[in-house]
């Protein structure tokens, strides 16, 4: 099936009842046949479902629908894109490692990475996507990934997954991409060297406003049995003593790393996705494609109106053609260039509040990716924990607005960006 079959149909099985949509499977527990089943399950050597926390049919559909529309092999849904990032680090480092992250991120990874994670003994040093060869200076003996986004949030810039990639794979590091700002619609990171995906199901996968999750998805096409990465190499003492890499049969050593984040951290830690919003979220990515369509197209038309704009000071949207990304992102996005555009207004930190206030139609609120078009000053709440030295290297200033295009009438969007400007 090609993508817009899979975002309907993708992952759905014919239940007892027959049922044409999607039931929600509102269960803590679930029937073990006897103790010889239960013991098989909890072994790993039977699939089935144990426990809400672990598993729930529902998600289950949405996992399998998010793997195949990734071209993976496994993914796990959980209570956040946050949870998400921070299962899939701490799934591959511990205390003593080090990690290599772009220093282009949304401001809470950049607080995880730079603050929370050295608390737990993970030190994360930080290069400049726009230049790849910045990384390999930076990678040791202990380090154990490398992790960009595909467009950064805020700024924009266009990671060349590509050029990473083979950067990674020279030193067999797995690459971890969160590609919540492109989807896979718009950009399968799989087909350009990607080993995990992570997005952001509150964003445009789910595309309504409506709930909060996260995914992560094993693309199946790393190999984990190294001595650098003992979590997988060496007897785990959270499950049972299983060594990930050579215990498993070929089928699941494929999905080591994402079985790994199922049984020992969601099984642990806790941050399960509930079922009614892994039911919401398999309803948005039916529409996925339409609305990416739209939400690129509008995008387009307002960062062309904003350019043109005496009030204006500079906008960035990687499918301008004099844009910084442009080169990057016409090279990797086939099908638009996402629904983001950010601008620096004339006037500086109080005209860039003065506006937001002056919108109409455009909601002031602390996301991205819904159906209506959403708007925010990142220096003042999104990006606000970081310092001013921080903002200025991930490239917000004060005068920095972002704007998260819907898919209402282009006419009314610009309406409403005109009289508040």
């Known amino acids: 099936m090609k993508f817009d079959t899979l975002a309907v149909h993708g992952g759905q099985y014919q239940d007892k009842t027959l049922s044409r949509g999607i039931p929600i499977y509102k269960t803590t527990a679930y029937l073990f046949k006897d103790t010889e089943h239960a013991a098989k399950l909890f072994s790993l050597e039977e699939d089935g479902n144990i426990y809400a ?6 998600t289950t559909i ?22 998400a990032v921070f299962y899939s680090i701490i799934n591959i480092a511990r205390n003593g490692d080090e990690i290599i992250s772009s220093n282009k991120l949304y401001g809470g990874t950049h607080t995880m990475f730079d603050s929370i994670l050295p608390n737990m003994g993970i030190t994360t040093k930080f290069f400049d996507p726009n230049n790849p060869k910045s990384i390999e200076p930076l990678v040791n003996d202990k380090t154990k990934l490398i992790y960009i986004e595909t467009i950064s949030n805020p700024t924009l810039d266009v990671s060349p997954i590509g050029e990473i990639s083979e950067i990674a794979k020279k030193y067999h590091l797995p690459l971890v991409v969160d590609a919540t700002f492109t989807t896979p619609y718009l950009l399968r990171t799989i087909d350009y060297g990607a080993n995990i995906v992570i997005n952001s199901l509150s964003k445009w996968m789910g595309g309504h406003g409506a709930g909060i999750g996260g995914i992560v998805t094993d693309c199946g096409n790393f190999d984990w049995n190294d001595k650098r990465f003992p979590l997988y190499s060496e007897p785990d003492p959270n499950y049972h003593g299983m060594i990930w890499a050579k215990d498993l049969n070929k089928e699941k050593k494929d999905i080591a790393f994402v079985l790994r984040m199922r049984t020992v951290l969601l099984r642990n830690l806790g941050a399960c996705l509930s079922p009614d919003d892994a039911w919401l979220f398999t309803l948005g990515l039916e529409t996925l494609s339409v609305r990416m ?25 990687p499918g301008l053609n004099d844009d910084p990304a442009y080169p990057i992102a016409s090279k990797y996005m086939k099908n638009g260039f996402g629904g983001m555009v950010v601008f620096g207004i004339k006037g500086g930190a109080d005209a860039g509040r003065n506006f937001i206030n002056k919108l109409k139609l455009f909601s002031h609120v602390a996301n991205v ?33 972002r704007l998260s295009i819907g898919i209402e009438d282009i006419d009314d969007i610009i309406a409403d960006l005109e009289q508040a400007l």
């Not at 939400?295 to 043109?308: E, G, P, T």
């Not at 708007?375 to 921080?390: F, I, K, L, R």
């Open 53 to 58: 926390r672990i598993m729930n049919p529902t």
């Open 62 to 83: 949405l996992e399998e629908r998010v793997t195949k529309l990734e071209g993976g092999k496994a993914s796990l849904a959980l209570s956040s894109g946050t949870s």
């Open 293 to 317: 369509d739209r939400h690129s197209s509008n995008a387009k038309k307002v960062a062309d109106y904003l350019k043109n704009n005496k009030k204006v000071e500079w906008v960035r949207y």
């Open 369 to 401: 990716g819904d159906t209506k078009s959403t708007a925010t000053h990142p220096a003042t709440t999104t990006h606000s924990q970081m310092s001013e030295e921080e903002l200025i290297q991930t490239g917000i200033n004060s005068n920095f607005v």
